[in-house]
């Protein structure tokens, strides 16, 4: 190769460059010059040129040591202006990856920290964190009295502390899978309620708190073997409890039912959340998306939930439907409109399986 490119953006920032490392100490100590230069590229001196061009889109760095272009300096002119057209396009390419990176990583972060977040809840609850800041020579000795005061509370925390870093551990491998262009996942026969009792659990104690009554369906249906992912589903159903802790009207009923349907096995949640206009049923699932209720009640929320929930439901061959309104129930507490609502996760295939096996 006889001619290099270094590249920065708008902001300075680097872009790329296909420089040689010994010479990278050129654009670095830059200095404008018609004159050709010396450089050493595999040991060897060799005669070059060096230029620089600015545009709206950033800066280009452009080396040659081709020998016309040496010896022509109008000629290596119209190759600086010829590279600097290219600098436009390349921009917009990063920031368009930065962009979809960005957004990938937020959404990790999301489950991530909601994860951590009810963890240290726990832990403050149960030991608060003022009561050791302030007697930080008797650390051991205050959490030894806790552990004897309250036992049956220590051991409900460490539990729950497993399964926040199960489930954290779990939110880094599905990531760490959605990332790859050809994912792939381990579909294995479980039984489908002790999943959904697996990521449950987590909750309880959130909707206790709300006064909120969880009936899971005990039919024929949930003692069905599913064929999925684990550790995919397992993400899937947490996006979807997180989001019903959180809309979901306190002192109601919370109803989980298994079916056998014609065309898939489906997980049905009923329960009084927030109201859904039918506007706003498709856009419930897209990056960003929160209703002005949404909004009243958690300003902090970032919209991602929902739509995680339906990108992880794709490694099991699952979707989601949502139906608001399925029955006549109606409440409303100060300006947050509650209404009956339903969200049915359907596993796509799971009943040819149950005639197979």
């Known amino acids: 190769m006889s001619t290099y490119y270094y590249a920065l953006n708008k902001d300075g920032d680097y872009l790329f460059d296909n420089f040689p490392e010994t010479l990278t100490y050129l654009v670095l100590n830059y200095s404008e010059t ?11 001196k060799k005669p070059a040129r060096i230029g620089k061009r600015t545009n709206q889109h950033g800066t280009i760095f452009t080396l040659t040591t081709d020998d016309k272009l040496i010896v022509r300096y109008k000629l ?3 190759l600086l202006d010829m590279s600097l057209i ?8 990063q920031d368009s990856l930065l962009l979809k990176l960005n957004s990938k990583t937020e959404e990790f972060i999301h489950n991530v920290k909601s ?23 008797k650390q051991k000795d205050i959490i030894k009295n806790i552990t004897i005061e309250k036992p049956n509370v ?3 925390t460490i539990l729950n502390l497993i399964k926040y870093n199960l489930a954290m551990k779990v939110e880094f491998s599905v990531f760490e899978r959605t ?14 309620r002790s999943i959904v009792l697996s990521i449950l659990q987590i909750f309880i104690t959130d909707f206790d708190k709300k006064d909120i ?8 249906a949930s003692e069905r073997l599913i064929e999925v992912d684990y550790e995919s589903i397992f993400v899937s159903l947490f996006y979807l409890l997180e989001n019903s802790v959180k809309y979901c009207c306190p002192k109601t009923k919370y109803k989980i039912i298994f079916k056998e349907e014609k065309n898939c ?29 949404a909004r009243e009640i958690n300003e902090e929320g970032k919209g991602i939930g929902m739509y995680r929930l339906t990108k992880t439901l794709k490694l099991n061959n699952a979707e989601l439907e949502v139906s608001p309104r399925v029955n006549d129930y109606k409440k409303q507490i100060g300006k947050i409109d509650y209404e009956g609502n339903q969200f049915k996760i359907k596993f796509i295939g799971q009943q040819d399986w149950f005639k197979t096996n």
């Open 86 to 93: 290219s600098l436009g396009p390349l921009s917009k390419f």
């Open 76 to 78: 290596f002119r119209e």
């Open 179 to 192: 990332q790859k262009p050809n994912s792939t996942v381990q579909k294995i026969a479980q039984p489908i």
């Open 115 to 137: 994860l951590n977040t009810y963890g240290i809840q726990d832990l403050f609850a149960l030991i608060p964190q003022n009561t050791l800041s302030q007697n930080i020579n």
């Open 154 to 156: 220590t051991v409900e």
């Open 34 to 44: 018609k004159n050709p230069i010396e450089v050493v590229i595999d040991d060897q």
């Open 265 to 293: 096995f489906s997980l049905v949640f009923i329960m009084v959340s927030i109201k859904i206009k039918d506007s706003e049923i498709s856009k419930l699932t897209e990056y960003g998306y929160r209703s002005d209720i």
């Open 213 to 220: 009554e969880v009936a899971l369906d005990a039919g024929e």
